[in-house]
């Protein structure tokens, strides 16, 4: 079992609409969870992080963490064609020796105008 | 600042050649970090280096070597280059222990190995 997994997509969707990424995780020893955008051709960056449970509110952006259910959701509301972009969730947590980030394999998301 | 920059942006590289991938952050952060982005793969840590002089093997180290003499420079080495290793490289820094989990991304290197 993939230690972080998220659905590839893509993800179409009109401007306007709200819009929730997903992800599940195995890893107890996650602490913080991350959401990095990555534009087409272009390095990730940091979008987002919370830590453990909870909710944490970024303007239009939306990270939610469940450490229960192991499940990431991150939640854009009145997307913009500017959102275009693929979407990694990251754990961070203690694993073979050391601080690591492991990352889903990203959701591509399109906002069509 | 600049942040992350690497060189080059692009190259093909032939069965067997070898190259150094370059990186460079401006930040003074004291980590750095190497990985690869393969299509629908997500992204797979190489190596990593905590400072100066200090480095670590990632989840996929085969095939490729590092080396961290300054905090500002952390090159990827591959040596004997197979189409395995064809992807795209991005090097990262974070600036503290503690807070690793907020990196920050250079441009990327594409690389085609035929």
């Known amino acids: 079992q993939k230690e972080v997994e998220q659905d590839p997509g893509p993800l179409s969707v009109p401007e306007g609409a709200i819009v929730s990424l997903n992800c599940t995780y195995s890893?107890?020893?996650?602490?913080?969870f991350m959401w990095y955008r990555q534009y087409s051709r272009k390095g990730p960056e940091l979008l987002m992080y919370?830590?453990?449970?909870g909710n944490k509110e970024d303007g239009r952006f939306t990270a939610q963490v469940d450490k229960s259910s192991k499940y990431i959701s991150l939640f854009i509301r009145d997307s913009q064609p500017s959102d275009s972009a693929t979407y990694l969730c990251?754990?961070?947590?203690f694993g073979a020796g050391s601080y690591q980030l492991t990352f889903g394999k990203g959701t591509k998301l399109s906002v069509i105008p | 600042n600049a942040g992350v920059t690497q060189t080059p942006k692009f190259r093909i590289l032939k069965i067997g050649q070898s190259m150094t991938l370059q990186c460079t952050q401006d930040?003074?952060?004291?980590?750095m970090y190497w990985y690869r982005q393969d299509p629908g793969m997500g992204l797979k840590l190489i190596y990593y280096?905590?400072?100066?002089?200090?480095?670590d093997k990632g989840e996929v180290p085969n095939g490729y070597n590092v080396s961290r003499s300054t905090t500002e420079d952390f090159p990827l080495r591959l040596e004997l280059a197979a189409p395995s290793q064809t992807s795209v490289y991005f090097c990262?820094?974070?600036?503290?222990?503690?807070?690793?989990?907020?990196?920050?991304f250079g441009p990327g290197t594409r690389l085609t190995v035929t």
């Open positions: 990262a820094s974070s600036r503290r222990q503690g807070a690793t989990y907020e990196q920050y």
């Open positions: 890893n107890s020893a996650f602490q913080y």
């Open positions: 919370t830590y453990s449970s």
């Open positions: 990251a754990g961070w947590g």
């Open positions: 930040m003074n952060h004291n980590y």
């Open positions: 280096s905590v400072g100066a002089g200090i480095t």
